[in-house]
Structures are given as structure tokens and as C-alpha cells.
């Protein structure tokens, strides 16, 4: 090639592929597969080799390697970046907005604001020259900020040049319509993010390296844009989404509304979730909605910005003190709050694993009032090195139960207590033990009563027996009438009708539902057993080789390890179960009491596992898509484009794809990893939590 051909081609490749990161990580959409992209980016590093002196700032091959910086540059923002004043509830925006309306021109256009989520970032201010991205700071005090402009160009969806695909002479894929002009000189605002899945598995990937673990997507954002070697940020997967213009020095938007199209046509990435409304009532509705829709996206959002649309407007209402009147932050109640540990509490469950627990001062989180937390398991406990008396962080996301995030170490008094592990089970009194390879900690002991409750209980979950939870269970085992979930059958009126609470109509409709399991399916009652390992996927995978329970508990080790998704440690397990002669009794009860222990049609082992099923991936897989969609395919599932009603499950990757995501999250749509996948066909590595299994048996 001649040297201008050169130039030429790599000026081509950069445009191509700074636009096929667009449709990827901005707009999940893209167009060229991930060989085509990795082709054109090799190429494009190829002639860079060649012509070294050619590189420029905004080659996607920039977006990693740089050295580290020594500190941080300091840099003055062109304009104030300000925050806003709070407020917490509907009556407050109402408020708000008596308060500040009258600071408006009269001659102002009637009220209308725009809604955008509060993102739980850190504000980063983009400069660009020409179209070009030359630099980015923090917000540091709102005047100074540091520059972070080699971090900032790891994130993917920082566009380096704008508009994105304009200097594409042919026009390879750009929107028709998005033509759009520049100021030569144009400072950008947005937010730094972390998506909730990034976080965590940074957070694993920490620990496993023992590092330090984040507090929270915010933390880890932060910290990574903070990181002063620029090829450790771009391990850690940082998003951007943009919001305003703070200088321009050519025509732009006269309204927020206006201003986020328009930064959404020159390729920045923006909320899709902004709104724009010309009633405060229509507001406040939306605010409202949004406490409950903010689990269904995939990253932090703690509130909600409202905004007077007109930025004319906006900016004659002025300031009080040093944030604008023409805004303000909804706040949604909080989710960690701190406390103090009055004592740990020591959990059973069925398989005799210990767990512990935290036992709190009351108090408020997410508008509920919490009084114990879990603590995860001993290990994380001596990790975090929580001590009784520290006061502590909790922390309750969505709907799942409260936990401790960590110890407040400022607050210590050293009267504080280091835990010591028990050395006796709190529900039979039994020495523990803890396996050297393990974490846990165990109680052996086959009659402990809370681990027979808790069997029970499983094993009423399992067989779905309406009305027997926990408690019911527990006092079951405490006053002795069972001992094992095949004792139910076997429970009389009698005797129920002794129990506090228990009235004829709840015996009646208790017994009822008991004997309403006992054509469950085999693989229902063969997880019902609680053999370790043997949940809802296992379980149907051993009953398409065995027909029955008889002929299973014949089975030695090789065959059931020759059943292509079942791991040695599970066939052992299920050898060593059926080994026991009290599990034999067990079974024997079982088969007295006229529970189904065989399959009515004895299936032939089939392929069809995902009969029915329709999926949808998103994401990076750790094999092609095509493999997986295939694989999916073989098992008589079918893979589509795009999440739907219909939908059954979303396979999904790293980096999922927003769009597909958060419609899965808005539709409940189950969200599963290539492990669950795994495990669904009968090729899984590990077991999974109870619930996980159960949701996958037939009912
Ligand atoms: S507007 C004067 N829009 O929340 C304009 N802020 O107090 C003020 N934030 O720390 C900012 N998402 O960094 C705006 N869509 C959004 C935002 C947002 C997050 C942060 C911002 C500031 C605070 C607002």
C-alpha cells in the first residue's frame, strides 16, 4: 500500500470501528459480529505499527495502555458544577417548586420540567475540541476538578470523537437524520458509572486477588477513574451517561429536552429514562413510579433530577447559595444505614451447615425497620473483621433480605468483642466441626432438632405443601410427631388439633394439602429427599436414566458419574444417601404412604431438556453465541432476538446488553449465566441455591 493509502485506510478503520463500538456499547446494537470488529481493530493496529507517527488521540487503539500518571493534573472547570437541593417526597417538590417559581421571567413559556434518574456516579466534565475528546476532569470542588482524561478513555461508551460515524465519507451505518453540526469548542456533563454486575464481579475478582472489596458501584467507580495506572481502569468496566451541556461556543439546545437528543445524536450515551412533563402532579407520579422501578435497572440510581425544561429559564431563576433554584434532587429513601451489632446469632440449616447472623439495634432502612441482618458465613465475618458492639453498615437491596456490609471503624470504643466460632451447635448442643477444605462449620449430629425442621421444611418447600413453612415445621419436629419429611404422611387429626393456632378448618386444609403431594412427579420428590447436590436440575437428570427410586438407589458410583452433567462429588453423594439405612427407612415410610416413587412413563433419556423454551443472550459468553444459541437449539429451545412477553429466559453475559436487560428486569423475565444454562441441559459444575432448583422443577 502507498503511504497515503495508508493514511487513508487508517483514518477509514478508526471511524469503522469508533462506530461499531457505538452500536455495541452505546446503543447494544450492533451490526458486525465480534470477528468482523476484532478483524478490522487488528488491522488497524497493524498499520499503526507500521506508521507509529499516525496515532492520534482518539484511535479506538488509545483506549488502553497508556502509562501511569505520577498524580493528577488539576484542571478549572469553564463553569461552576453545581448540585441541587434535595427533597424527599411529593409534598417537597411541591414546595420546592412554590418556592422558586416566582424567581421565573414573567414572560417566561408556561412550566414544563424534564425527569432524568439520579445516577449514583461521579460527575466527570468532557471537553471537546473540534470534535475531538481532549480532556475530562472530576468534579473535585465544583471549580477545580483533577484530570482523569487517560482514564476516561477506557470507557467504551466515551465517544473520543463527535458525532459519531461523521467523518465516514460513505455513510457505513449512521442513522439517516442524525446529521448534526458542532460547536468547535463543546464541554460535556455526565456521570461515571458502574453497572450493578460489573461491581460485583470486580468485587469477586478482588477478593479472590485479596484485595480490597468496594463498598459500593459508586466506590468502585471512583476509585477505578481515580486509578493512577490507566491499564488497571480499563480491567474494570466503567458507562457514561450524559446530561448537559456546560459550554458551547457555537448554537445549542434551548431546552434540557432538546439538549439530550441532541447529545444522544452525536453519539454520547443518555438515560433512556428521561421525561419530560407539563404538570408537577405528572412529576411526582413519575418520581413515585420510580421507587419501585429502580431495581429493574441495571445500575444505582438513588433519586431522580428534576429540572425546569427551558434552560433560559432555569438560568434567570438564579442560584441560592451554590445550587441552582431551577432544579432539584428526589431523593428515594435509602438503603444502607448504620447501627449498632448487639450480638451474633448462629443459624442451622438442613444440611447442618452454620451460618451466622446478625442481631441489630432497630433500625429504619427503605422505610422498614430492621433488626437482624445476615452476616453471610463465618469466613466473611473474620474478613470484614466485624466485631460484637461495632457499630455497622447495613444494607438491603430490592426485596432480598438485609445484610452487613462492614464495620464503621471510626466508632470504635475497644470495648468492641472479637466472635469466636462456636464450638457447639445453639440448636442440639452437639460439637461442631469445619471440614478442612471448607469454609463451614458444621453440626453432625443426625437428630438435632433445628436440622430436622429445617429437612422438614425443605422437604414440604420441595413437594410443595401448601401452608407447612418454617414454623409450622419447627413445632412439628419440637413436639415430636415428625422427625422426617415422610413422617407428614403420617400425621393424624388428632394431634394437630393439640397445637396452639391449629383450628379444625387449618388441620383439615394442612392434611389436605399433604396428601395432595403424593403424586408429585419423581424428580419432585427424588429433590425433595435433600440429598446434597440433588436440586431441581439434577434431580431430572437422574430420573430421565433411573425410572424409580429403587432403581436409583442401585446405582453405583461409575454409572451415575457416567451421566454426561453429573459431577463425581454429586454421584457420591446420592451413592453414600442411598448407603444409609435410616434414608432407607426414610424412603420405605415414603412408599407406605403411597407417595409415588416411580415414573409413570419411563423416558427414555431425550435431548429435549429445553422443550418449549425460548431464550434470548445478551452479552459476552465464553464461547461464540452461535455455539450456545446451538447448544440451546440441540436441547429443543429456541434462541430470538429480543426480550418479549414470550420470553423465557434471558442468557446473559458480561456486559449484558442494556436494552434487552433492563426489558427482562421490567417484565420479570428470569435472567440466567452460562452456568444456569449448564445446568438446565444436565452439563452443570455446581450446585445452586434451594430456590434456584426449585424454580426448575415440573409441578
Ligand atoms: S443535574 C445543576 N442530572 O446528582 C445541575 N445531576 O445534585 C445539577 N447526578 O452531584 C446536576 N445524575 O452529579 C443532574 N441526570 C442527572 C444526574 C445528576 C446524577 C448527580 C450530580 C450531582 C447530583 C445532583
Not at 442481631?359 to 441482618?373: C, R
Request: one cysteine or more; proline letters at 6%; a negative charge.
Amino acid at each position: 500500500m502507498a503511504q497515503n493509502e495508508i493514511a487513508e485506510r487508517i483514518a477509514q478503520l478508526r471511524d469503522e470501528i469508533n462506530y461499531h463500538n457505538y452500536r455495541y456499547y452505546t446503543l447494544n446494537d450492533p451490526t458486525v459480529s465480534d470477528a468482523e470488529y476484532d478483524a478490522l481493530l487488528d488491522e488497524l493496529r497493524a498499520l499503526e505499527a507500521e506508521r507509529p507517527e499516525t496515532v492520534t488521540p482518539d484511535s479506538p487503539t488509545q483506549r488502553v495502555g497508556a502509562q501511569p500518571a505520577e498524580g493528577f493534573v488539576k484542571v478549572e472547570h469553564p463553569a461552576p458544577i453545581l448540585s441541587l437541593d434535595k427533597a424527599t417526597s411529593g409534598d417537597e417538590i411541591r414546595a420546592w417548586w412554590e418556592r422558586v417559581s416566582k424567581f421565573a421571567p414573567e414572560d417566561a413559556p408556561s412550566p414544563a420540567w424534564v425527569v432524568e434518574p439520579k445516577l449514583d456516579g461521579l460527575t466527570v466534565v468532557l471537553h471537546y475540541e473540534d470534535g475531538l475528546f481532549i480532556l475530562g476532569a472530576t468534579r473535585g470542588n465544583g471549580y477545580v476538578g483533577e484530570d482523569v482524561t487517560t482514564n476516561l478513555r477506557t470507557i467504551r461508551t466515551l465517544p473520543l470523537r463527535v458525532p459519531i460515524g461523521g467523518g465516514d465519507p460513505s455513510g457505513f451505518g449512521r442513522p439517516k437524520g442524525s446529521e448534526v453540526t458542532i460547536p468547535s469548542r463543546l464541554v460535556v456533563r455526565g456521570e461515571a458509572i458502574m453497572l450493578i454486575e460489573d461491581f460485583e464481579k470486580l468485587n469477586r475478582r478482588q477478593t479472590e486477588a485479596e484485595k480490597k472489596v468496594f463498598a459500593n458501584p459508586r466506590n468502585a467507580a471512583a476509585g477505578t477513574l481515580r486509578q493512577l495506572d490507566p491499564r488497571v481502569t480499563a480491567t474494570r468496566p466503567i458507562t457514561l451517561l450524559c446530561y448537559a451541556i456546560i459550554e458551547a461556543d457555537g448554537p445549542v439546545p434551548a431546552t434540557q429536552w432538546e439538549t439530550l437528543n441532541y447529545l444522544r445524536k452525536l453519539g454520547f450515551p443518555v438515560s433512556e429514562h428521561g421525561a419530560r412533563f407539563e404538570s408537577l402532579d405528572e412529576v411526582i407520579a413519575y418520581c413515585e413510579e420510580w421507587i419501585e422501578k429502580r431495581d429493574t435497572v441495571p445500575y444505582e440510581v438513588d433519586g431522580l433530577v428534576i429540572k425546569v425544561d427551558n434552560l433560559t429559564t432555569r438560568a434567570a431563576m438564579g442560584m441560592v447559595g451554590r445550587a441552582p433554584r431551577g432544579g432539584v434532587a428526589f431523593k428515594f429513601p435509602g438503603r444502607e444505614a448504620t447501627t449498632r451489632l448487639l450480638e451474633i446469632g448462629v443459624n442451622v440449616g438442613r444440611t447442618g451447615a452454620l451460618t451466622p447472623f446478625a442481631m441489630l439495634e432497630p433500625v429504619q432502612l427503605g422505610g422498614v425497620t430492621i433488626q437482624k441482618a445476615t452476616l453471610h458465613n463465618f469466613e466473611d465475618l473474620e474478613r470484614k473483621d466485624i466485631r460484637i458492639g461495632d457499630t455497622v453498615t447495613v444494607r438491603r437491596a430490592g426485596d432480598v433480605i438485609p445484610y452487613v456490609v462492614g464495620p464503621v471503624r471510626e466508632k470504635r470504643t475497644g470495648e468492641e468483642k472479637v466472635y469466636k466460632l462456636p464450638q457447639v451447635c445453639p440448636s442440639c448442643g452437639e460439637p461442631v466441626i469445619s471440614p478442612e477444605e471448607e469454609v463451614a462449620v458444621y453440626c453432625v449430629n443426625v437428630a438435632c432438632p433445628e436440622q430436622r425442621a429445617r429437612r422438614v421444611s425443605y422437604f414440604a418447600a420441595v413437594m410443595d405443601i401448601e401452608g407447612l413453612g418454617e414454623r409450622t415445621a419447627r413445632l412439628l419436629v419440637e413436639r415430636g410427631l415428625v422427625q422426617d419429611g415422610a413422617d407428614l404422611y403420617y400425621l393424624k387429626r388428632e394431634d394437630l388439633l393439640e397445637l396452639e393456632g391449629f383450628a379444625e378448618k387449618s388441620v383439615d386444609n394442612l392434611l389436605a394439602a399433604i396428601r395432595a403431594t403424593q403424586e408429585r412427579p419423581l424428580a419432585r420428590t427424588l429433590a425433595a429427599l435433600g440429598i446434597r447436590g440433588v436440586g431441581g436440575a439434577i434431580a431430572q437428570l437422574l430420573t430421565q436414566h433411573y425410572a424409580s427410586l429403587d432403581t436409583l438407589a442401585q446405582a453405583d458410583q461409575e454409572k451415575l458419574e457416567a451421566i454426561e452433567g453429573m459431577g463425581p462429588h454429586t454421584a457420591r453423594a446420592v451413592v453414600e444417601w442411598f448407603a444409609r439405612p435410616r434414608h432407607r427407612e426414610f424412603i420405605e415410610k415414603l412408599r407406605q404412604a403411597g407417595v409415588k416413587l416411580e415414573q409413570e412413563i419411563a423416558t427414555a433419556p431425550t435431548e429435549s431438556l429445553l422443550d418449549g423454551l425460548t431464550f434470548v443472550i445478551t452479552g459476552t459468553l465464553s464461547r461464540p453465541r452461535k455455539e450456545v444459541a446451538e447448544t440451546i437449539k440441540q436441547h429443543g429451545g429456541k434462541v430470538v432476538g429480543s426480550v418479549s412477553g414470550k420470553t423465557d429466559y434471558l442468557l446473559a453475559g458480561e456486559s449484558p446488553g442494556g436494552s434487552k436487560y433492563r426489558k427482562a428486569r421490567q417484565l420479570e423475565t428470569p435472567i440466567i449465566d452460562e452456568a444456569r444454562l449448564m445446568e438446565m441441559i444436565g452439563q452443570g459444575q455446581k450446585d445452586n441455591s434451594d430456590e434456584e432448583q426449585l424454580a426448575l422443577l415440573p409441578k
